[in-house]
């Protein structure tokens, strides 16, 4: 079993940034690839980033190029580097590991999200 606590959320004004971190349990993290998801109030889970084993990175349209994803194995830690926020942002935000050998768009495993809200 692995144990995904995210931080790092919080209020921010549009235009301005935030990284959350994701701390993950166990000795496997390495193994994981790591993906960052995100809800808005009435609106269903969407995908915003992941990164495979190996450091490759995919990104939602909507974030691509204002948001960066990134791991450090050392640490059991992901990140999601959020700039240029938009009011559009505002939401909570999951991170969700995915085991070796899982259907690319599952995971395994679920944190229980951070706020982020953004104001216009």
């Known amino acids: 079993q692995v144990q995904l606590v995210e931080s790092g959320g919080g209020l921010v004004q549009a235009g301005g940034s935030l990284r959350l971190s994701c701390a993950a349990s166990?000795?496997?993290?390495?193994?994981?690839?790591m993906g960052w998801f995100r809800q808005a109030p009435g609106k269903e889970r969407e995908f915003v980033a992941r990164?495979?084993?190996?450091?490759?990175?995919y990104y939602a349209d909507s974030v691509q190029g204002r948001f960066t994803i990134s791991r450090d194995n050392a640490k059991n830690t992901v990140y999601l580097q959020m700039n240029s926020l938009k009011p559009e942002d505002t939401a909570v935000y999951y991170c969700a590991a995915q085991r070796p050998g899982t259907k690319k768009d599952e995971y395994d495993y679920w944190g229980q999200g951070t706020q982020v809200t953004v104001s216009s």
């Open positions: 990164i495979s084993r190996s450091g490759r990175t």
């Open positions: 166990g000795r496997t993290f390495s193994s994981y690839t």
